[in-house]
C-alpha cells in the first residue's frame, strides 16, 4: 500500500499505518504544519519530494527497512536539524537535503555506497556528518560547506573521500566495543569465522562465546588490543561446535 498524500493531521504529527509499504511522490510537501513523522519498518520506497518544504518538520528518523529516498527529498525544510538515515538505504540522491539551513548533525547507515549532486548543498548550519559504514563514493558538488565527517576505526576509504569533498575526517568513538556485521570479511573464511571489532584506540576488548543462548555460559577466547581503534578476530575453533555465538566486553 502506498501512501500518496495527506490532508490532515493532528497535533502536527503524523504516524502512517504499519501496512503502508511506500510514501509517494510529495506526499506531504509543503505541509507547513508537520513538525514530525514516524515512518513504520513497513516502509521500503519514499519519492521523490515526498517532504519537500515541510518548514515546521525538526527531526526524522529513516527505518532500516527503508531502501530508497527519492530526489529532493527532504529539500528547502528549514527547521529540520537532526536525521537518522536507517542501514537499508544504499544511496542519497541529488538533492535530497538541499537549502536545509538549520540541518546540523546526519547519521548515515551503514550501506550507503554513493551521496549524490547537491545532496548536502545549503546546509549552512550542518557540523557533523556520522557514518555507520564505509566511506561512499560521491558526486560533484556534494557540499558547499566544511561539515566535519565522522567515521568508524575499522571502516575505509576516508582518505579518498577527505580528498573528493575537501571535508575534515575524524575517528568517531562508540560507547560500546561494535561489530561491524557488514564488511566483507565478516562470517565464514578458510578455516575460520571472523570479524571486525571497532570501538576506541589502544583500548582492549575480550571476545566470549557460548554454544547456547538459552541456557548460557560465556569463556573469553581472547582478548583483543584495538590498536587505530579496530582489530580483526577470526576464530579457527569454530568448527568444534554444532552452533557458536560470540559478544564483547571491556575488561
Not at 544511496?91 to 536545509?100: A, E, G, L, P
Not at 573469553?220 to 560470540?246: E, H, I, K, M
Request: charged share 5%.
Amino acid at each position: 500500500m502506498q501512501l500518496t498524500s495527506i490532508q490532515s493531521f493532528a497535533p502536527n504529527f503524523v504516524t502512517p499505518s504499519n501496512g503502508v509499504t511506500s510514501i509517494g511522490s510529495g506526499a506531504f510537501e509543503t505541509c507547513a504544519g508537520l513538525t514530525g513523522v514516524t515512518i513504520p519498518n513497513s516502509v521500503t520506497n519514499i519519492g521523490l519530494n515526498a517532504f519537500y518544504a515541510c518548514t515546521s518538520l525538526a527531526d526524522i528518523t529513516i527505518p532500516n527497512s527503508v531502501t530508497y529516498i527519492g530526489i529532493y527529498m527532504f529539500a528547502s525544510c528549514p527547521n529540520l536539524t537532526n536525521v537518522t538515515i536507517g542501514n537499508g538505504v544504499t544511496s542519497i540522491s541529488d538533492y535530497v537535503f538541499y537549502n536545509c539551513t538549520r540541518l546540523a548533525s546526519v547519521t548515515i547507515g551503514n550501506s550507503v555506497t554513493y551521496l549524490g549532486y547537491d545532496a548536502f548543498s545549503g546546509c549552512s548550519s550542518l557540523a557533523g556528518i556520522y557514518f555507520l559504514g564505509n566511506a561512499p563514493s560521491v558526486a560533484w558538488a556534494v557540499f558547499n560547506d566544511n561539515p566535519t565527517v565522522y567515521y568508524l576505526p575499522g571502516t575505509t576509504g576516508w582518505d579518498a573521500f577527505s580528498a573528493d569533498t575537501g571535508l575534515p575526517t575524524v575517528l568517531w568513538m562508540l560507547p560500546k566495543p561494535t561489530i561491524l556485521n557488514f564488511e566483507p570479511n565478516f562470517g565464514v573464511h578458510t578455516n575460520c569465522f571472523g570479524f571486525t571489532i571497532s570501538w576506541a584506540t589502544n583500548i582492549p576488548v575480550v571476545v566470549e562465546a557460548c554454544t547456547n543462548l538459552a541456557n548460557s555460559t560465556w569463556t573469553s577466547v581472547t582478548t583483543n588490543a584495538l590498536t587505530g581503534g579496530w582489530c580483526y578476530f577470526s576464530d579457527p575453533q569454530w568448527t568444534n561446535y554444532p552452533g557458536r555465538f560470540y559478544r564483547l566486553r571491556s575488561p
